[in-house]
């Protein structure tokens, strides 16, 4: 076990590699049975509170929203501590009235992606977690409330398209998903937020748009230094965001909502777990698979 712990993680997403206003106290990359995270975990303070940080696709931006090990990022994350997860994403436009630049606090999502191991479950172990409410209620609160003190344009309550990618959509794909009343679309949400509710984390979206996707014609397609451009300008509001509400996140209860979402989900008989897997379950959910 590291001996760097964080009750708090932070996931950056693209254009998020890193916090200035962290004071780093190390790194770490916790070996977990699902493989290695994205990067080190960089433990640190900020405004004197414990957070571990992890760049999603990796510094230098090297991993494909396919190739990210989400299993592994949220395996570890929680392997040092960490109870709450504040995740950070750019983000795609399905509505006018949700520009690039602003912030959205989502609460729903529609999965569309197809190449990616979306549950620790498998392998000898059945169980099913409700993921009706998707993000976190309170932390979603608290991260909406804290940017609208900031001055930040800032929504909620929309609802994100997760695609495969990496292209990015079709017009007609676009139109779609905006017939079925979405707001936003990335590649990166799912299936981190599955996974960290059958981890148990309080876990919660801030997404960053960048773009307006490709339905609106009369402006240019997306196209990725478009991305890039909005991606840099919002950076900063985005760390802003976070040395500001660190504090309250660490302070605030874990959601029980997620806290207790695989108790009664499991279904197999832990005694006729293969050993494998139950050293797996046993690394992740230690309460229901402890001796």
Request: proline letters at 6%; glycine letters at 8%.
């Amino acid at each position: 076990m590291s001996e760097l712990r964080a009750s708090v993680g932070v996931i950056g997403g693209s254009g998020l590699y890193e916090l200035d206003n962290l004071k780093v106290l190390g790194e770490v990359t916790p070996e977990t049975p699902f493989g290695e995270p994205s990067d080190a975990i960089v433990v640190g303070e900020v405004e004197g509170h414990a957070v571990a940080f992890l760049p999603r696709h990796g510094r230098g931006h090297r991993i494909l929203p396919t190739e990210v090990n989400s299993r592994a990022n949220i395996a570890a994350l929680k392997s040092i501590g960490v109870e709450k997860i504040v995740s950070f994403s750019a983000v795609g436009s399905l509505k006018e009235e949700l520009p690039p630049l602003d912030f959205v606090i989502p609460s729903q999502i529609i999965d569309r992606t197809r190449s990616r191991p979306s549950t620790f479950f498998g392998n000898g172990v059945v169980g099913h977690v409700a993921f009706a409410d998707p993000f976190s209620a309170p932390l979603s609160n608290l991260l909406f409330d804290k940017a609208k003190e900031l001055g930040l344009r800032i929504h909620r309550d929309e609802t994100i398209v997760c695609m495969e990618g990496p292209l990015f959509s079709t017009r007609a794909e676009s139109h779609l998903y905006r017939s079925w009343g979405a707001g936003l679309i990335n590649m990166s949400a799912l299936p981190e937020a599955k996974l960290a509710r059958e981890a148990e984390l309080t876990y919660a979206l801030v997404c960053m748009v960048t773009d307006y996707d490709c339905w609106r014609e009369e402006d240019d397609d997306v196209d990725i230094q478009m991305v890039i451009d909005n991606l840099n300008k919002n950076a900063a509001h985005a760390k802003q965001l976070l040395a500001s509400v660190i504090g309250d996140v660490v302070a605030m209860p874990s959601d029980p909502a997620c806290a207790d979402a695989a108790k009664f989900a499991i279904l197999t008989d832990k005694a006729l777990l293969p050993p494998e897997t139950l050293d797996r379950m046993r690394f992740l959910l230690p309460r229901y698979f402890g001796d």
